[in-house]
Nanobody, 126 residues
Framework: EVQLVESGGALVQAGGSLRLSCTTS????????IGWFRQAPGKEREGVSC???????IYVHSAAGRFTISRDSAKKTVYLQMNSLKPDDTAVYYC????????????????????WGQGTQVTVSS
């Protein structure tokens, strides 16, 4: 059974940092694409970042230079390091997995991901 569990969300002041974790199980980690998405109240879910064993992408323009995605194959975990957080980063953050490829390739499209975690709340206060 494919499972993705997010953790690391919290309430933080603007300018602070958080590291989100997405721990996975039930599939071959290197074959899958892992994406981070976020959904703010009243807004559509948007792709934030994505990683495979071959590549990584940051999709949110405002996150470039502040967010970093990484993966640990031994732990089957993907991380999203978020620095210099802004109130606009407030959202529920989800990780998702997909078999796009082969070879696995990144995507920011929600519909391409079939497996989702339950989400973790990130709240940035001004």
């Amino acid at each position: 059974e494919v499972q993705l569990v997010e953790s690391g969300g919290a309430l933080v002041q603007a300018g602070g940092s958080l590291r989100l974790s997405c721990t996975t199980s039930g599939f071959d980690f290197d074959d899958f694409v892992i994406g981070w998405f976020r959904q703010a109240p009243g807004k559509e879910r948007e792709g934030v970042s994505c990683i495979t064993y071959r590549e990584s992408e940051i999709y949110v323009h405002s996150a470039a230079g502040r967010f970093t995605i990484s993966r640990d194959s031994a732990k089957k975990t993907v991380y999203l390091q978020m620095n210099s957080l802004k109130p606009d980063d407030t959202a529920v953050y989800y990780c998702a997995a997909s078999l796009i490829g082969p070879p696995p390739r990144c995507s920011s499209w929600v519909y391409e991901y079939g497996y989702w975690g339950q989400g973790t709340q990130v709240t940035v206060s001004s």
